[in-house]
């Protein structure tokens, strides 16, 4: 999925260390990382961290959520999202940030259901199958 959709302008799979290790980051920070299974197989994760570094940020936080394909239009991401969001809220964040890609319509509809705002649009800043890609920035406020 991570190779042939803009889920993510990323096309570099990452390994269960490198999974590990951000799960262990995420802890560590304090923030969370939920994992969603369905028919007892992972169905996806989100997770989410400090926004930008530094302390004028601290109360902003940008999640991930991925759902693999057989597993979107279940509600698994509505629930994931509301963990994460509870989770974000009782940590004190302000505010909750997503990146999408431009040409990810289905994200940007599922974002938008769960009271996201675009605020931004950078044109042309992600790059993934030899072409340039927008990035919208959706915000809820928590």
């Known amino acids: 999925m991570i190779r042939e959709t803009v889920v993510t302008f990323n096309s570099i799979e990452k390994t269960p260390q490198d999974v590990?290790?951000?799960i262990a980051q995420r802890q560590r920070a304090g923030h969370g990382f939920w994992v969603a299974?369905?028919?007892?197989?992972?169905a996806g994760f989100a997770t989410y961290?400090?926004?930008?570094?530094?302390v004028g940020y601290a109360?902003?936080?940008?999640?991930?959520?991925?759902?693999?394909?057989?597993?979107?239009?279940?509600g698994l991401g509505h629930g994931l999202m509301r963990a994460l969001e509870a989770h974000a809220r009782a940590q004190g964040a302000h505010t909750m940030i997503a990146g999408v890609c431009g040409e990810n319509r289905s994200a940007q509809a599922f974002h938008a259901a769960l009271g996201y705002e675009c605020t931004a649009v950078i044109p042309a800043v992600g790059r993934?199958?030899?072409r340039w890609m927008d990035l919208h920035i959706l915000q809820k406020f928590l």
């Open 37 to 42: 299974e369905k028919a007892g197989q992972v």
């Open 59 to 74: 109360h902003a936080m940008e999640h991930t959520i991925i759902l693999a394909p057989w597993a979107q239009g279940a």
């Open 49 to 54: 961290s400090q926004f930008r570094a530094g």
């Open 128 to 130: 993934k199958f030899n």
């Open 20 to 22: 590990a290790a951000m």
